[in-house]
């Protein structure tokens, strides 16, 4: 009986194992679409072409992050007390930064952006300005982003 048909991903690299020469191989650059605007019929028609946590992008964006967090309290001395309706207000702002943050360093291209007819260069100011404008795509962006199987390749 032929199983392997009807295995998804994750399924497939079960049956497969891992093949530790992939711990020493360059890492291929895997993307994923996030659609972000659709047609009439829900059909996509633009979108957000990301790369996963495993990416340098993320990697670098991540420690950038942390270390930026630590040097802010380590002169604070002490943490962010959200007991208080500031410190609430402090630190849901820098969660939310963070997270604006990581999704526009995981960003590397766009698809179906116009202007006036014609196509649009990738621009990460303009994915920040977006978010800003539709939060909605910044947290389309985080779901994919939090998807291990949208960046496993087999």
């Given at each position: 009986?032929?199983?392997?048909?009807?295995?998804?991903?994750?399924?497939?690299?079960?049956?497969?194992?891992?093949?530790?020469?992939?711990?020493?191989?360059?890492a291929a650059?895997?993307?994923?679409?996030?659609?972000?605007?659709?047609?009439?019929?829900?059909?996509?028609?633009?979108?957000?072409?990301?790369?996963?946590?495993?990416s340098?992008?993320?990697?670098?964006?991540?420690?950038?992050?942390?270390?930026?967090?630590?040097?802010?309290?380590?002169?604070?001395?002490?943490?962010?007390?959200?007991?208080?309706?500031?410190?609430?207000?402090?630190?849901?702002?820098?969660?939310?930064?963070?997270?604006?943050?990581?999704?526009?360093?995981?960003?590397?291209?766009?698809?179906?952006?116009?202007?006036?007819?014609?196509?649009?260069?990738?621009?990460?100011?303009l994915?920040?300005?977006?978010?800003?404008?539709?939060?909605?795509?910044q947290?389309?962006?985080?779901?994919?982003?939090?998807?291990?199987?949208?960046?496993?390749?087999?």
């Amino acid at each position: 009986m032929n199983t392997t048909a009807s295995l998804n991903t994750a399924q497939t690299l079960a049956v497969a194992g891992f093949d530790i020469a992939n711990l020493s191989a360059p890492a291929a650059r895997v993307t994923f679409d996030v659609p972000v605007i659709f047609d009439a019929d829900g059909e996509p028609v633009a979108g957000i072409r990301i790369v996963g946590k495993n990416s340098d992008e993320y990697r670098k964006e991540n420690h950038a992050l942390r270390a930026e967090g630590y040097k802010k309290s380590a002169k604070r001395k002490t943490a962010i007390d959200a007991s208080t309706d500031e410190g609430a207000d402090q630190l849901v702002h820098v969660i939310d930064d963070n997270q604006k943050r990581l999704a526009v360093a995981v960003a590397v291209d766009w698809y179906g952006f116009t202007s006036n007819g014609a196509s649009v260069a990738f621009d990460k100011a303009l994915i920040a300005t977006a978010f800003d404008k539709y939060p909605t795509w910044q947290e389309r962006v985080t779901a994919a982003l939090e998807n291990d199987a949208n960046f496993l390749k087999v």
